[in-house]
């Protein structure tokens, strides 16, 4: 498979590591310098590319997503803090009869954290002495909070809690990878979760998967739905 890298800093690195690691090749490597405004995304630039791995930054998302759909080519997005613009997404992938996956995190790990706190979260909604809350930790240079770990975290208790919304703290400091614990608190006791992340491989190799998994598809997916499509049937 032949992958186009866009967003060539940290996270970037480390796809391009890990889809070498898994026999795949990258043909094109795009960041500021040389992709403002999606500008640098063009026919002749893409010229080869199965897929496109986006682990850009916020502002930088919703002009790639419209280039590459408009090109044809299959979108992974790891980039976060664009969410409220998912609607515009998915009717733009429909328009262009695209395929685009996105998640607020490829870690196969925190995707198997969802399950479990989507569970706990319809077993604690029914009593009301359990309040319900979020904490996130990631290192100084994270540009979003919530993370949208969180986001994807908090969208799934509301399944369970409708509009008691969890109490959600994000903490900005040092150098943590990531960390994020789910809690339910009462005046008797409480009960908590979490998952940390060791370092951003378990990210890169997430979204490698994500783009084998797409390229053959039409549509717009979370990885959840694609990760555990076979799993669960």
């Excluded at 954290?113 to 604690?124: G, I």
């Excluded at 005046?187 to 190799?205: C, I, K, N, P, W």
């Amino acid at each position: 498979m032949k992958i186009a890298i866009i967003g060539y800093g940290r996270m970037g690195k480390m796809v391009e590591q890990a889809a070498i690691a898994r026999g795949h090749k990258i043909v094109a490597k795009f960041d500021v310098d040389n992709n403002a405004n999606g500008e640098g995304l063009t026919t002749e630039s893409l010229a080869g590319a199965d897929v496109a791995i986006d682990f850009s930054v916020p502002e930088a998302v919703m002009p790639n997503i419209h280039k590459l759909l408009a090109l044809g080519v299959p979108t992974v997005v790891g980039a976060t803090g664009w969410y409220d613009k998912l609607d515009e997404v998915k009717a733009l992938v429909a328009a262009n009869d695209g395929a685009l996956v996105w998640a607020a995190n490829f870690s196969i790990g925190v995707n198997l954290f969802f399950k479990v706190v989507r569970y706990a979260a319809e077993l604690f909604a029914r009593f009301d002495q359990y309040d319900p809350f979020i904490i996130e930790h990631h290192h100084k240079f994270k540009l979003d909070a919530p993370s949208g770990t969180a986001f994807v975290i908090e969208r799934q208790m509301r399944e369970s809690y409708g509009d008691r919304t969890p109490k959600s703290l994000s903490i900005r400091a040092g150098y943590q990878p990531g960390m994020h614990e789910v809690g339910f608190d009462s005046e008797a006791d409480s009960l908590s979760f979490s998952h940390t992340a060791r370092s951003r491989q378990g990210f890169a190799v997430g979204a490698v998967v994500a783009a084998e998994m797409i390229i053959n598809r039409k549509g717009c997916f979370e990885f959840p739905e694609l990760l555990f499509a076979e799993k669960d049937s």
